[in-house]
Nanobody, 124 residues
Framework: QVQLVESGGGLVQPGGSLRLSCAAS????????MGWYRQAPGKQRELVAS???????MYSDSVKGRFTISRDNAKNTVYLQMNSLKHEDTAVYYC??????????????????WGQGTQVTVSS
């Protein structure tokens, strides 16, 4: 299995910054995509940013120019640097990883794994 440990959420004033981290561990064979989703109260979960192993990076229009996703492949860790935060960025942020696992030489198909979520609150 894959364990995802998120950190870095918290309370920040509008215009401030936060950096989220998500470290993946377990019997991982390969990670194909790492990303961040968020879910605000009463709203559907939405993609914030994603980064594939091939180097393709995507951002939602609402965060372009303010958020930056990056990866440390050696540590199986993905980061989300969030700058110029707005009230509407308030949500629970979830790490998302697409990976295949190694079961003693037998490689699984790619599956999607989710972190437990970390709260980001932007408020004055």
């Amino acid at each position: 299995q894959v364990q995802l440990v998120e950190s870095g959420g918290g309370l920040v004033q509008p215009g401030g910054s936060l950096r989220l981290s998500c470290a993946a561990s377990g019997n991982i064979f390969a990670i194909y995509v790492m990303g961040w989703y968020r879910q605000a109260p009463g709203k559907q979960r939405e993609l914030v940013a994603s980064s594939t192993s091939g180097g393709t990076i995507m951002y939602s229009d609402s965060v372009k120019g303010r958020f930056t996703i990056s990866r440390d492949n050696a540590k199986n860790t993905v980061y989300l640097q969030m700058n110029s935060l707005k009230h509407e960025d308030t949500a629970v942020y979830y790490c998302n990883v697409g990976a295949s696992l190694d079961y003693g030489g037998e490689i699984s198909n790619e599956a999607v794994y989710w972190g437990q979520g970390t709260q980001v609150t932007v408020s004055s």
